[in-house]
T-cell receptor
């Protein structure tokens, strides 16, 4: 089965600190896309960052960056200068296949403490 | 841009009732929409892929006669939970791509919380 694994069910970080959420995946495809989505208590799914597998450069969006290790099939998310509003569930997802289906990990619940 | 609207946001109904959930792309056309289900404290599980003008593709284990999907236009897909029972209570969420290409990101609706009494 082609899966996405998030090994940290819960994490906490102090405000203004940096935290890294881990994600590994399995795929037999050569070209695919990886995503991190944020789901706050409102349950809205918000795209945080996106990585194209054929690009070696790690994606960055303001305080959010990824460490993409293609050979290791690893895709971690680093949040710098954590803010209270970053408190949410974070889901790692892989997109691929003919229809571009998203396969999600089980999520990591992040709590940012004041 | 790229707004996906889902309606209703919350519905409570009696067992045996059929419930229709709408997913609309407000400012773009979507040939493909996706329907997910999320149980409390769990991840999103793809239920089906909805293609405009053709039959939906259901994931293994999802009853197509139970969860009817219609994608009659480029901006609207509907999910009907037929003869709903308490075990169908869940959070249902749709998504769509605003650009062609299977690798384009998906934009999500706000979800529908379905509670069957």
């Amino acid at each position: 089965a082609q899966t996405v694994t998030q090994s940290q069910p819960e994490m906490s970080v102090q405000e203004a600190e940096t935290v890294t959420l881990s994600c590994t995946y399995d795929t037999s495809e050569s070209n695919y896309y990886l995503f991190w989505y944020k789901q706050p208590p409102s349950r809205q799914m918000i795209l945080v960052i996106r990585q194209e597998a054929y690009k070696q450069q790690n994606a960055t969006e303001n305080r959010f960056s990824v460490n993409f290790q293609k050979a290791a099939k690893s895709f971690s998310l680093k949040i710098s200068d954590s803010q209270l509003g970053d408190t949410a569930m974070y889901f790692c997802a892989r997109q691929g296949g003919s229809q571009g289906n998203l396969i999600f990990g089980k999520g990591t619940k992040l709590s940012v403490k004041p | 841009g790229a707004v996906v609207s889902q309606h209703p946001s919350w519905v409570i109904c009696k067992s045996g009732t059929s419930v229709k959930i709408e997913c609309r792309s407000l400012d773009f056309q979507a040939t493909t929409m996706f329907w997910y289900r999320q149980f409390p404290k769990q991840s999103l599980m793809l239920m089906a892929t909805s293609n405009e003008g053709s039959k939906a593709t259901y994931e293994q284990g999802v009853e197509k006669d139970k969860f009817l999907i219609n994608h009659a236009s480029l901006t609207l897909s509907t999910l009907t939970v037929t003869s709903a029972h308490p075990e169908d209570s869940s959070f249902y969420i749709c998504s769509a791509r605003d650009r062609p290409g299977s690798n384009q990101p998906q934009h999500f609706g706000d979800g529908t919380r379905l509670s069957i009494l």
